[in-house]
């Protein structure tokens, strides 16, 4: 939805209100309100499209984008490269060699050259902003001779703060006895209230889905004593927000003795361990129904990072950065990095950075944007 019709929408409403508190004479009809904020709203949309595809124009676009440079060539600048694919409002030129030598393969033709010509590199190729991603690799003097270097060419300085990268959108700046302070923000669900919010949404979530859900347990309860006889439903201890501990519950898709060596692994593609129905349960999500009473509760919410097993964290948090930082929430049923694929037996960085977004981006319509998702996503499930 477009960001001016939640203000046009308050305005019209703001001035039926006042018009029928205040009696002018002759009065005005509320209907012409209405249909006066109906042709704005036409006029607006319309004169923002057909600015945009002015502005998209080849000769008017090149002039408008701004031209970007990073200074560094690792992993920072790869991910900057990709990310402004998408914003056809500035444009990678390249990046400048710092002093780490960490560069990445794919960047090798973006290349413009060492630090020590940057500013020549910023006035030959008419930048308008540069990023800093490797502050660590220089001392003090470098990063003030790269700040200086982007002040005479009249170049935008920014820099990556590596110190806070684990959540760079939720960065602010406080002062602390006139101490002028850089610091990690609260988090949307470190508020109070949308806390509440998500709580309600999840009682009342839990409460339909086990309804859902007990059919379900009873038919594939069936089916998976059937195969394999033995208890239905299945109990392991999971970690949780602050570190809690809790079990979690799930209708049995492994056979009985499928962790027999004791080691906690997890389950990959073509699993010998996995049940006939256990195959057909994960792909469609129906093993986790029963985890509706785990969000009722409060162990868990809908959607959230997913919780894992103590003894992986214990492997994990000392080797993956920032594996702790998911369990600053809930962990969920469902969540952003499983409806973008990245469940099961993948890649912990990108989970890991795909639940980080999550803590930083939360709302309650991402929430339910996710739980729709989940229905239809079923790839990565073994």
């Not at 985890?291 to 994990?316: C, K, T």
């Amino acid at each position: 939805m477009p960001r001016f019709v939640g203000p046009l929408g308050f305005c019209l409403l703001s001035f039926i209100g006042v018009s029928q508190t205040v009696r002018a004479d002759p009065q005005v009809p509320w209907m012409f309100f209405v249909a006066a904020g109906a042709f704005i709203l036409f006029n607006i949309y319309n004169w923002r499209m057909i600015l945009c595809r002015v502005v998209r124009l080849p000769v008017l676009s090149s002039r408008l984008r701004r031209r970007l440079v990073v200074i560094g060539g690792g992993p920072q600048t790869l991910r900057i490269q990709k990310s402004l694919e998408s914003h056809p409002d500035m444009e990678f030129i390249g990046w400048v060699e710092a002093i780490k030598p960490n560069r990445v393969r794919e960047l090798d033709e973006f290349r413009m050259g060492p630090l020590h010509e940057l500013g020549i590199i910023l006035h030959a190729n008419a930048i308008n902003i540069a990023i800093l991603t490797e502050s660590e690799s220089l001392q003090r003097e470098g990063v003030l001779a790269v700040a200086k270097a982007c002040e005479n060419e009249h170049v935008q300085f920014k820099m990556v703060p590596h110190f806070f990268e684990i959540l760079l959108s939720g960065l602010r700046s406080e002062s602390i006895a006139d101490i002028q302070l850089l610091g990690v923000a609260v988090l949307p669900l470190g508020g109070f209230r949308n806390q509440v919010v998500k709580r309600l949404v999840d009682i009342v979530g839990a409460l339909v889905g086990l309804m859902i859900a007990l059919p379900l347990i009873i038919i594939f309860g069936f089916i998976v004593y059937r195969e394999s006889p033995g208890p239905i439903l299945y109990r392991q201890l999971r970690q949780g927000r602050g570190g809690r501990l809790f079990h979690i519950i799930k209708i049995r898709s492994m056979k009985m003795d499928a962790e027999s060596s004791g080691k906690a692994q997890w389950a990959k593609q073509h699993d010998d361990r996995r049940l006939k129905i256990g195959a057909f349960m994960r792909k469609w999500n129906i093993d986790e129904v029963p985890q509706f009473w785990n969000v009722l509760m409060g162990d868990m919410s809908l959607v959230g990072p997913r919780p894992e097993r103590p003894e992986l964290i214990a492997r994990f948090k000392s080797k993956i950065p920032h594996y702790q930082s998911r369990h600053m929430c809930q962990p969920g049923i469902t969540g952003w990095a499983q409806v973008n694929g990245w469940r099961g037996n993948t890649d912990l960085d990108e989970r890991i950075r795909h639940d980080i977004w999550y803590l930083e981006n939360w709302s309650l319509w991402l929430d339910f944007i996710i739980m729709a998702k989940t229905f239809y996503r079923r790839d990565n499930a073994y």
